[in-house]
């Protein structure tokens, strides 16, 4: 049975920093590309950043220089590195792990909130 755990979401101050970890069970986690989406209340799902088995990696626009993602197959985690944080993100961050022909699963999500 396939399970990702998404940890480390809380409330920051703007400018602050948080680390979420996408911990997963159940799959051969080196093989898979990670991704980091969030969904604001209100707002469509959005893809924040990609890793993949290569660990090739790729952010949208707003997060350019903030925020970092990473893996540690050794502990079948990946991790979103977020710095500088805006109140526009805010939003619950899922994880999700997949590969070319399989859709793959999401996490429960993980509520990040930043205050002004």
């Known amino acids: 049975q396939v399970q990702l755990v998404e940890s480390g979401g809380g409330l920051v101050q703007a400018g602050g920093s948080l680390r979420l970890s996408c911990a997963a069970s159940?799959?051969?986690?080196?093989?898979?590309?990670i991704a980091w989406y969030r969904q604001a209340p209100g707002k469509q799902r959005e893809l924040v950043a990609t890793?993949?088995?290569?660990?090739?990696?790729n952010y949208v626009d707003s997060v350019k220089g903030r925020f970092t993602i990473s893996r540690d197959n050794t502990k079948s985690t990946a991790y979103l590195q977020m710095n500088s944080l805006k109140p526009e993100d805010t939003a619950v961050y899922y994880c999700?792990?997949?590969?070319?022909?399989?859709?793959?699963?999401w996490g429960q999500g993980t509520q990040v909130t930043v205050s002004s």
């Open positions: 159940g799959i051969i986690f080196s093989i898979n590309t």
């Open positions: 999700r792990v997949f590969r070319m022909g399989w859709i793959g699963y």
């Open positions: 890793i993949t088995s290569t660990v090739s990696t």
